[in-house]
Structure formats: C-alpha cells, structure tokens
C-alpha cells in the first residue's frame, strides 16, 4: 500500500513557475514508476510525464516537453514535477500516481496502482 500527498500547487501568471511535490508513505517507493497526470474541468484526465524507479529514464507529454521536469528522490519518497513557462492552458488538478509497470508504459491512467488526491493549478492570462 502507497498512499500519495502532493502539494505546491497554487495560481501563477503565464509565463511563471512552479514546483509540484508528492510525499510517499510506505518503504517501497523505489518499487514503483511514479507518473503525474493532469484533469482540466470537463476533461479527461490526461498523462504529463513518467519517470523510472531510479529515475534514468523519463518522459513526457508532447505539450509539456521542454517546459515540465519530473524527477524523484527515493531517499525522501519523493517525486517532483518543475513546471515552467506555464501557460493558461496548464490549468488543471495534478495528480501524481504510482506504477509498478515500466515507465515507458506508464502512459495511461490505467497503468497505476496508487493515485494522490490531486492539487490545482491555475495559470492566468
């Protein structure tokens, strides 16, 4: 059992930063692939990026590459997703998830395990 807390989330201005954080309990986290995922009202809820379980390999969604950087510490149970040059099109709940598929699989919803309960980000023009 994982349980996922993130935090950081909040309002920006276009063109701004931020930096999402998730908190995994248990002592297994290395186990996992872990993913952030993004839900815009009306929406379905959509992949941003993966990262692997000692964090060699990550991937990204085609509108976030260049922009988003995802990257964990399995010391602190933790992964972390920098987001910059944010655009309103951002707007969306984040939710980080853990996987124990491969990363490069864990591109769907479906591939999860574990899911936090999300935090927003809202992006102004």
């Known amino acids: 059992q994982v349980q996922l807390v993130e935090s950081g989330g909040g309002l920006v201005q276009a063109g701004g930063s931020l930096r999402l954080s998730c908190a995994a309990s248990?002592?297994?986290?290395?186990?996992?692939?872990m993913g952030w995922f993004r839900q815009a009202p009306g929406k379905e809820r959509d992949f941003v990026a993966a990262?692997?379980?000692?964090?060699?390999?990550?991937y990204y969604a085609d509108s976030v590459k260049g922009r988003f950087t995802i990257t964990r510490d399995n010391a602190k149970n933790s992964v972390y997703l920098q987001m910059n040059s944010l655009e309103p099109e951002d707007t969306a709940v984040y939710y980080c998830?853990?996987?124990?598929?491969?990363?490069?699989?864990?591109?769907?919803?479906?591939?999860?395990?574990?899911w936090g309960q999300g935090t927003q980000v809202t992006v102004s023009s």
């Open positions: 998830a853990a996987a124990s598929a491969n990363a490069r699989l864990a591109v769907t919803t479906d591939r999860y395990d574990y």
């Open positions: 248990g002592r297994t986290f290395s186990r996992y692939a």
């Open positions: 990262i692997s379980l000692f964090g060699f390999n990550t």
